[in-house]
């Protein structure tokens, strides 16, 4: 029916076509700082969003498997119970995370599906023996 040529041609940009779709319409979801979604929480109710921050110093429960995390004006708190996290979760450590904001009595809660925490300096450790 069609040269062989055409038909190469024809699927080529079939698949074309379809790889632009498939990276438009899942275009990652850019991470967001603590304090971009407490401007304005209620924008990012009920959504997978990403989100990084600074666990707060003492904020840790494992027993209940949530910690504070924060920005520079605001705080969140992080449930982590279903989530998978990788090592080295601990104080003060810069984390990702990806999961859905919620509002629940009164208070906003980002419930967690995957937290990724930064690798530790090499100074870190250096400056807490100079103390």
């Not at 498939?22 to 959504?47: C, F, G, K, Q």
């Not at 666990?55 to 279903?82: C, P, Q, R």
Request: negative net charge.
């Amino acid at each position: 029916m069609f040269a062989r040529r055409t038909r190469i041609l024809l699927l080529g940009a079939v698949i074309t076509v379809a790889l632009l779709g498939v990276i438009l319409l899942e275009a990652p979801e850019p991470t967001r700082t603590v304090d971009e979604i407490m401007v304005e929480p209620s924008s990012y109710l009920e959504r997978e969003i990403a989100i990084r921050g600074e666990i707060v110093d003492g904020s840790i429960d494992t027993n209940e498997s949530v910690f504070y995390l924060h920005g520079s004006s605001f705080t969140l708190l992080v449930d982590y119970f279903d989530a998978s996290v990788s090592n080295g979760l601990g104080d003060n450590r810069t984390v990702y995370a990806q999961g859905v904001l919620y509002y629940l009595d009164g208070e906003y809660i980002f419930e967690a599906d995957v937290i990724k925490t930064s690798c530790p300096s090499k100074y870190e450790e250096e400056e807490a023996s100079n103390e």
